[in-house]
């Protein structure tokens, strides 16, 4: 990303912020919150097919009733793929984030400072790194600093100034 876009994102950025039209600390509890009603509707999918019990289903499908509401606060639905996109992003950010803790876990129950705990716990930050790369996304979607036909392109490219920095820099939980 040039000098020039990024200059044009921080100024977006700060419109966004002087608007008021966004609590992003509120904003930021409710997609982790998406987060963790999306794994919700898989166990209870999973959860059904695995003991036989369809009741299961009615919670999977109450659950997805709570989660289509608070997503749609954060994501009109009007807006096409970007819905889709949003909620997809979400989701392999949350699998991630957990595929990483467990082999983070996985390297603390190796032998202490062995290759094999090391490499582990490297590989346990790939995948954090991979997980924040799809919540930047995410929020480069929610707030329009990109767009879908630039979605594929900005999680393709190495640039100097990252969605991810920049997502850093606007969405901060601890600034109330």
């Known amino acids: 990303m040039d000098d020039k876009k990024f200059q044009e994102i921080l100024k977006k950025i700060q419109e966004l912020k002087k608007s008021g039209e966004f609590d992003l600390s509120t904003e930021e509890d409710l997609s982790i919150a998406i987060m963790n009603l999306i794994s919700l509707e898989e166990h209870f999918f999973f959860t059904a097919k695995k003991t036989g019990n369809d009741e299961y289903f009615d919670f999977m499908n109450e659950i997805r009733e709570t989660r289509k509401e608070l997503l749609g606060r954060m994501i009109d639905k009007h807006e096409g793929e970007t819905w889709c996109a949003a909620k997809h992003l979400l989701a392999a950010a949350m699998r991630l984030i957990e595929v990483g803790t467990k082999l983070y876990s996985d390297s603390k129950k190796a032998e202490p ?3 094999r705990s090391s490499a582990i716990r490297d590989e346990a930050k790939k995948i954090f790194d991979k997980a924040h790369k799809m919540y930047s996304l995410f929020w480069g979607l929610r707030l ?24 850093n820099k606007l969405v901060d939980c601890c600034d109330e």
């Open 113 to 115: 400072d062995s290759e």
């Open 144 to 167: 329009k600093l990109i767009n879908i036909p630039d979605l594929k392109e900005t999680a393709k490219k190495e640039m100097p100034w990252t969605m991810e920095d920049i997502i």
